[in-house]
Nanobody, 116 residues
Framework: VQLQAFGGGLVQAGGSLRLSCASSGRTFSGVRMAWFRQATGKEREFVASIVWSSTSTSYADSVKGRFTISRDNTKNTVYLQMNSLKPEDSAVYYC??????????WGQGTQVTVSS
């Protein structure tokens, strides 16, 4: 399964971006999906996750209250609305199953750059 993330870009601090993630193959059926990010020189970190039914979400403390994860199962797409962006949010953002396998292919991700 190849997951493609879209919607990144350059934005000023305090601005907003909306990321999208779509699958080129299998659906996300029944899968808890998540967003992760990796800043230059740092390890990949968890950002947010959402269950299939959208009834439960989880966020990293660093983005709580600013980011919102959602999904549209009819479109097999997961979203990440990012508001009040900070320079420390700059990273490559990826989507993946929350519990990804060691062989999971991360894809290219989408670059988010927040200028101060």
């Amino acid at each position: 399964v190849q997951l493609q993330a879209f919607g990144g870009g350059l934005v000023q601090a305090g601005g907003s971006l909306r990321l999208s993630c779509a699958s080129s193959g299998r659906t996300f059926s029944g899968v808890r999906m998540a967003w992760f990010r990796q800043a230059t020189g740092k390890e990949r970190e968890f950002v947010a996750s959402i269950v299939w039914s959208s009834t439960s979400t989880s966020y990293a403390d660093s983005v709580k209250g600013r980011f919102t994860i959602s999904r549209d199962n009819t479109k097999n797409t997961v979203y990440l609305q990012m508001n009040s962006l900070k320079p420390e949010d700059s990273a490559v953002y990826y989507c993946a199953p929350r519990s990804y396998s060691p062989s999971f292919s991360w894809g290219q991700g989408t670059q988010v750059t927040v200028s101060s």
